[in-house]
């Protein structure tokens, strides 16, 4: 039996949508996946914690350190210091080379300043509970994904955590 031959293209950057991946799953579904459609209930669980401590504790973001689970909250300093300058400015002051591989947790979504602060913090991940009206990972930019910059983080915006 022989099989019809068919061009497709390869998606050229990350999906953003859910209809992206549901697209691009339908050609691809073994290579195409995406944090878009959930993650495991208990990474879930663990994020919902992180961000609802933030809000009890009246914290602006935290950084944790994958290696030693520490934490570290930012904290506004002025009106030209944001949350997670000030955490990347804490960090920077203990590491090495920043904040590579780090998880962060924020209230809401990063500004596009703070945004590029953790792309060349290097973080591995960000997960938000609010968007942002000046947000830099999703909302006015999407730098985390942005083609000409050379590193890349995972962004998750949690749902209904509170």
Not at 92 to 100: D, M, R, V
Request: include cysteine.
């Amino acid at each position: 039996i022989s099989h019809p031959i068919s061009v497709v293209s390869v998606p050229a950057f990350p999906v953003l949508t859910k209809e992206q991946y549901l697209l691009g799953n339908a050609i691809w579904p073994i290579r195409i996946t995406s944090p878009l459609l959930g993650s495991p209930i208990c990474e879930n669980r663990i994020w919902a914690e992180h961000i609802e401590k933030l809000f009890s504790e009246n914290e602006i973001c935290s950084f944790v350190d994958p290696e030693s689970n520490q934490t570290t909250f930012g904290r506004h300093k002025s009106n030209l210091c944001h949350a997670i300058m000030d955490a990347c400015e804490q960090i920077g002051k203990k590491s090495p080379y920043l904040a590579t591989g780090y998880t962060v947790f924020a209230r809401s979504e990063p500004c596009l300043m703070c945004s590029m602060a953790l792309l060349h913090s290097r973080v591995a991940l960000v997960v938000y509970m609010e968007k942002s009206v000046f947000g830099g990972l999703g909302s006015v930019a999407s730098v985390h994904v942005e083609r000409n910059l050379n590193h890349k983080f995972k962004v998750f915006k949690l749902v209904g955590a509170m």
